[in-house]
Nanobody, 125 residues
């Protein structure tokens, strides 16, 4: 059983930056692909970014490409989401998720096995 704990959310002005962290415990972190998803009020959870077990492969939603960067440190059992040039439409609860590594990265939330509790990101205009 893998436990995931997000941190780093907060309130930031448009154009600002935040770095989210997700610390994992209870499993072999390097055997999992990791993902970030977000959910805004009244909207469905949506894919943001994913990274494979080694960190050698990443994939982003078009809405964040060029602004967000996902990375991981397997020695620290942590995955990060660096968010730059934030926009009000990035406001959401951000969740990290883990799935047993496969050949292909996944943008589908139901394919992930473990979820964190979420961290709020609010971007003011």
């Amino acid at each position: 059983q893998v436990q995931l704990v997000e941190s780093g959310g907060g309130l930031v002005q448009a154009g600002g930056s935040l770095r989210l962290s997700c610390a994992a415990s209870g499993g072999t972190f390097s055997s999992y692909d990791m993902g970030w998803f977000r959910q805004a009020p009244g909207k469905e959870r949506e894919f943001v970014a994913t990274i494979n077990w080694s960190g050698g492969s990443t994939y982003y939603a078009d809405s964040v490409k060029g602004r967000f960067t996902i990375s991981r440190d397997n020695a620290k059992n942590t995955v990060y989401l660096q968010m730059n040039n934030l926009k009000p439409e990035d406001t959401a609860v951000y969740y990290c998720a883990a799935r047993h590594s496969t050949i292909n990265l996944s943008t589908i939330s139901r394919s992930y096995d473990y979820w964190g509790q979420g961290t709020q990101v609010t971007v003011s205009s």
